[in-house]
């Protein structure tokens, strides 16, 4: 029988084959490689996320659990790429321009894996922050985009510096030629950041507020206010999608200012016809006195007027004073609005006579 079928020492025969052939060599290194990185994965994700998720349940605020275990499992996936990072060099017969590919490829996902855990830990922030009383008034949305922005700017730099074997600093001295470029396209971006700056240090517009800007047809709540966009619900439920920017260069009307004190200013005019102003004569005194907003009104006004006519008695009649009906009409207005409930008293209330016009007589009522 010949040596290669004589099965005596077959431990002896199987390492004699591995070293006879190279490719079985690599290929059992590359499953062991493969089923530690898969091991370590699965430990890092099943007893460290655990241990993490009963740390945070000791603490007396709430954090929430959906996102720290997303960025846990998210985090446990650099272990397997270090793994294989750090192995492949001791896989047999590879190449070196192959350890060196792999090397780079585990390099770049373990940033790009660092880069998505950390905008994470921003979205954690954000939900954090969004629970507090006041987070309506000075959302924080538009500045974790911001981060998000920059930290996948700064990984992919990281990313491309790792797969092409160069220092950062070296793509970042290229950039400066590409500005240009980059302005163009990052235009809406920038215009939508320096405008995010502007709305949150000068408060213009709140999460809640009634914002009207016809000419993009928006009249509504404002309900979602991000980098690039602001989202308005109308009234009709139909929601209105404004560029950021356009807040800025553009004018809108805010609400909010009407909502905070409490009331809502009317400025109405009641038009009335010149032709029917007269005197009040003694009948219609007696019936007007019955209306009890105006009862206390014309005592006064007629103690007033028999005063100021008994002081000029020796004066013609045309000097003496009388009361009109538009001016009687006007304080039972004035006296009416006092008297209604949903009429703030402690705002300004005024009745006026406006200049005539073709119209009539204007009757402004200001409360």
């Known amino acids: 029988m010949p040596a290669f079928f004589d099965a005596a020492d ?10 006879q052939e190279p490719w079985m060599q690599t290929g059992l290194a590359l499953l062991v490689l493969l089923i530690f990185a898969w091991l370590t994965n699965w430990i890092a994700k099943r007893i460290v996320l655990r241990i993490v998720l009963r740390v945070l349940e000791r603490f ?32 047999p017969h590879v190449p070196a321009s192959i350890i060196a590919l792999v090397q780079s490829l585990c390099a770049g996902f373990i940033i790009l894996t660092i880069a998505i855990a950390l905008c994470g830990g ?48 070296l793509l970042l001295s290229g950039l ?66 404004i560029p950021t920017h356009r807040l800025i260069n553009e004018s809108f009307r805010n609400w909010r200012g009407m909502s905070e004190s409490g009331g809502r200013r009317i400025m109405r005019s009641l038009m009335i016809d010149q032709n029917s102003v007269h005197f009040l004569d003694d ?33 013609q009649v045309l000097d003496s004073r009388r009361l009109t009906n538009i001016g009687t009409f006007r304080a039972y207005v004035h006296a009416y609005l006092k008297a209604r409930p949903d009429i703030a008293d402690d705002k300004t209330l005024l009745v006026r006579q406006l200049a005539p016009s073709e119209h009539g007589l204007p009757l402004e009522i200001y409360a």
């Open 10 to 19: 077959p431990i002896d025969y199987l390492t004699r084959g591995w070293a």
């Open 176 to 241: 400066g030629a590409m500005a240009a470029v980059l302005m163009l396209v990052f235009k809406d971006t920038i215009l939508s950041l320096v405008a995010s700056v502007q709305i949150g240090s000068n408060d213009m517009i709140r999460l809640g507020d009634w914002i009207e800007m016809p000419q993009l047809n928006a009249d509504g709540d404002v309900i979602d206010i991000a980098l690039h966009t602001v989202k308005v619900q109308n009234f009709d439920k139909t929601i209105t999608t």
């Open 283 to 315: 009948g219609s005194l007696v019936d007007l006195s019955r209306f009890s907003l105006l009862r206390d009104y014309l005592r006064a006004k007629q103690e007033e007027v028999e005063r100021w006519n008994a002081g000029h008695a020796g004066e």
């Open 60 to 91: 007396p605020f709430q954090i929430g659990a959906h996102h720290i275990g997303a960025i846990v499992a998210r985090l446990s996936n650099i272990v397997p790429a270090l793994v294989i990072q750090t192995g492949i060099v001791a896989v």
């Open 122 to 169: 921003l979205e954690l922030a954000n939900d954090i922050y969004q629970r507090r009383p006041d987070a309506a008034n000075r959302p924080i949305k538009g500045y974790v985009q911001i981060g998000k922005m920059i930290i996948y700017g700064a990984a992919a730099i990281l990313i491309i510096a790792a797969l092409m074997n160069r220092s950062p600093l």
